[in-house]
């Protein structure tokens, strides 16, 4: 099990800035998530910076104490963007940064700098999301080689193109035909999810 560490370059940067969470793998309303939560056992929100810890702090708790699953770092509009990647093991065109494989181990997350329009945007139909501020990512340590050990600045501006909320959708997403352009562009299958069994946390954090 790789574990995060200072020794690379991109956590050391994210280090410096005491916004971190544990989190714990469970069932939210017959969902799989990753709870937050305070080294201490409570309940942590991306949106309090008073429920926020250090690094060190979630590492120990999470590691040394085992008193969790994971850590994880808040977007806190500082300029580093999150880039989570649901089922998708294979990289973005045109985004070079720090890629780590997410805890399940059948995604990405990427750290970058740069711009985003909006706080974050999800488009769950194509396995992208990507976080600003107000959300945490989790931190894994498992780089993926072949990709920078830093964070660095990418142009977003293409990617926010294809994943900006179109007009004429009145759920604030884009219609159908554009995520179905998006996906054969990015590759992607369209899957039925398998179903979860509440009892089964190595199943929840696999899927997370």
């Not at 085992?66 to 808040?74: C, E, K, L």
Request: charged share 25%; with cysteine; net charge negative.
């Amino acid at each position: 099990m790789r574990l995060p560490s200072l020794e690379i370059a991109a956590i050391a940067e994210l280090a410096h800035t005491p916004a971190w969470v544990c989190w714990r793998a469970q069932v939210r309303n017959g969902k799989p998530t990753k709870v937050p939560y305070t080294p201490a056992g409570s309940l942590a929100s991306s949106t309090d910076p008073r429920t926020w810890s250090s690094y060190a702090e979630c590492w120990k708790a999470a590691y040394f104490a085992g008193d969790h699953d994971g850590i994880g770092r808040v977007l806190t509009g500082d300029g580093i963007i999150g880039i989570d990647l649901d089922d998708r093991l294979d990289l973005l065109p045109g985004i070079v940064s720090y890629t780590e494989r997410s805890p399940s181990g059948n995604g990405l997350h990427i750290w970058v700098r740069g711009s985003w329009p909006v706080d974050g945007t999800k488009r769950k139909s194509i396995g992208i999301e990507v976080s600003y501020r107000r959300f945490y990512l989790t931190i894994t340590g498992n780089h993926v080689a072949g990709t920078p050990e830093d964070i660095r600045h990418v142009d977003l501006a293409p990617l926010w193109e294809q994943l900006r909320p179109r007009q004429g959708n009145g759920s604030g997403g884009a219609p159908r035909a554009c995520d179905d352009a998006l996906r054969q562009q990015l590759d992607l299958p369209l899957e039925a999810p398998d179903p979860i069994d509440p009892s089964d946390v190595d199943q929840i954090a696999r899927k997370c």
